[in-house]
């Protein structure tokens, strides 16, 4: 019995360990370094893993834009899983674009690793403290919406259903 309740505590334990963002040190299209930490500073963040020859991907940065534009205190932050070979193209269809977000590059997929993303696009929110309150893996029209319903929940424009 003692045995079982180690084991159900340890994977209680687990679970919650995996629901925080690990902190990263990843470059942007300038070749600074940013943290994870330093985006949490202003609020509440959302994590989009994606890929230049990713068409889901593409499609869902105007909406990704949209709550970046109209949430003054997220921060959109736009990670790019390109090999080292492709990204100039990313970096030069981003700077194409008007976006209101970060764009870091993982390009040894070093953090997509710990988090498990294989494909993107895989969309992450997480609250002020770095805690992952939201996962979507994929794009479809319409996904916006929840992203938008979590984004309010963080900051308290919304209250949860109970």
């Not at 990713?54 to 834009?65: G, S, V």
């Amino acid at each position: 019995m003692k045995n079982l309740l180690l084991i159900i505590l340890l994977l209680a334990c687990g679970l919650l360990l995996a629901d925080a963002m690990p902190e990263f040190r990843l470059p942007d299209e300038t070749g600074k370094d940013v943290t994870l930490q330093s985006r949490l500073e202003k609020g509440p963040v959302m994590i989009d893993f994606w890929a230049d020859y990713c068409k889901p991907c593409k499609d869902a940065m105007p909406k990704l834009n949209e709550l970046a534009v109209k949430y003054d205190t997220l921060t959109v932050v736009m990670i790019s899983i390109d090999a080292p070979k492709n990204l100039a193209k990313a970096k030069s269809y981003m700077k194409s674009k008007d976006y209101k977000f970060i764009t870091l590059f993982d390009s040894d997929k070093s953090l997509a690793k710990k988090l498990g993303v294989v494909n993107p696009p895989h969309s992450f929110i997480m609250d002020k403290t770095g805690e992952i309150v939201y996962s979507h893996i994929g794009y479809e029209p319409g996904v916006e919406a929840e992203y938008e319903h979590q984004i309010k929940l963080l900051l308290g424009l919304e209250q949860e259903a109970e």
